[in-house]
Each structure stands twice: as C-alpha cells, then as structure tokens.
C-alpha cells in the first residue's frame, strides 16, 4: 500500500467528520452566517502567510532540482491564486484581517513550522500536505451538492475544486509517495504522525470559524479519539 493510501486511511474519520462540519454544509447551500465566514477567513489570511513561508523553506531542502522547481511552481501559483480569491472576498464582506491567531492558528502554523524545521523533507512534506489535500477533496466533494447560483460563497467552493488545483495536489501526494519509499520506518512514523495531526487542525479550523471558541479543541487535537 502506498504511503498516501495508508495515511489517508488513518485519518478518514477526520475526514468524514469534516464533511459533517456545519461551515462547509451552510457555505454550499449559500446560507452561512457572514459572521462565520468573517472569523474563518481573518484566520485564513494568517495561516496562508505562513503556510507560503513553510512552503518555500521546504523547497529549500528538496536536493532533486526539478522536483523542488515543481513544488515551488505549485506553492506561487497556489498561494497567488488563494490571495485574489481571499481579496475579492474580503472586498465583498468588509472583513477585518487586522486579528490577532486564534489558539488553531496559530499552533497549526506552529505545527508546520516545526515540522519543516527537522531538516527532514519527508516529514516537512507529510505536515504541508493535508492543507492542499484536504481542502482539494473537500472542494471537490463540496461541488457535487452546492447551490452555486448566487451563492456569496461560490469563489472560494470552486477555488478548491478547480483542475489545476487538483492536478497540483496530485503531484504532491506522487512527490510524498515517492519519498516515503527509501526512508527508514521511524520516518515514515513521523510523516504518519505529522500528517495526521495537520488533518485535524483542519478540522479544528473550521469548527472555531463555526463556533468562534476552540471549547473543543483539546479533544479535537487528540489523536487517540479518532484512530
């Protein structure tokens, strides 16, 4: 079984469970309160900063050229085209960017941080990945069922979802499969691990965009409850 395979299937119950979250429910059916929106999307311009800066300190350590000329071509693309979706959003709804990190935010952008900071590119790689994974699967899912016509929401629903993005995700998880065949066991524990605690940030991401507490949050960053 590849790694990717593995992996995901560790976390598909966080998956699943993300799917349920009443934020992304309400945002395609073109009813989520503004509000809602607004708190998500202040923390996301937060977390895209640094998961841009984590993506080029990555491909910093890819020692195959081309592949690190891949990443790098993702990582601009993918930030430049989630920075003009952000604006037109933050444009449309007025909303406040000028917000301090929420506890998610900023121990999800801690996360990558340290992970990228091993030196190890395999377990940088395994913390990246489920921010474009994820959010690719959920678009993709999200598409399948949402109202689209006049929907405030629909830029961002088929940002995620689009092609390119998703053909740019797929080089990922090929560049994360890739790696995780010449390393040792304990490597590959901590990619495991790695990826597996970003998947629930993810989670965790959303339900305080919902809820704007993290009352959850411990139990939401326990491994051990979903596995």
């Not at 933050?90 to 998610?104: A, C, K, L, Q, Y």
Request: glycine share 6%; charged share 25%.
């Amino acid at each position: 079984m590849k790694w990717s395979e593995n992996v995901w299937k560790q976390s598909e119950r966080i998956y699943r469970a993300i799917l349920e979250q009443p934020f992304l429910k309400e945002m395609a059916a073109g009813i989520l309160a503004v509000d809602k929106f607004d708190r998500y999307l202040a923390q996301d311009e937060i977390y895209v900063g640094n998961y841009g800066r984590s993506m080029y300190a990555l491909s910093d350590i890819i020692p195959d050229p081309s592949q690190q000329e891949m990443f790098r071509a993702f990582a601009k693309e993918g930030i430049e085209s989630e920075q003009i979706m952000h604006k037109l959003l933050i444009d449309r709804f007025g909303i406040n960017t000028e917000v301090r990190p929420s506890v998610v935010t900023s121990t999800y952008n801690a996360h990558t941080e340290a992970a990228v900071a091993t030196g190890i590119k395999e377990v940088g790689l395994a913390a990246i990945l489920p921010c474009a994974w994820v959010y690719n699967e959920v678009g993709l899912e999200v598409l399948k069922f949402a109202q689209m016509d006049g929907n405030p929401y629909a830029e961002w629903m088929s940002e995620y979802g689009n092609p390119e993005f998703t053909k740019g995700v797929r080089m990922l998880v090929d560049m994360a499969d890739e790696w995780s065949e010449t390393v040792t066991s304990e490597v590959r524990e901590r990619m495991d691990s790695a990826f597996v605690e970003a998947t629930l940030f993810e989670y965790a991401f959303w339900d305080y965009g919902y809820c704007g507490d993290s009352k959850s949050y411990d139990y939401m960053l326990h491994t051990e409850n979903w596995i």
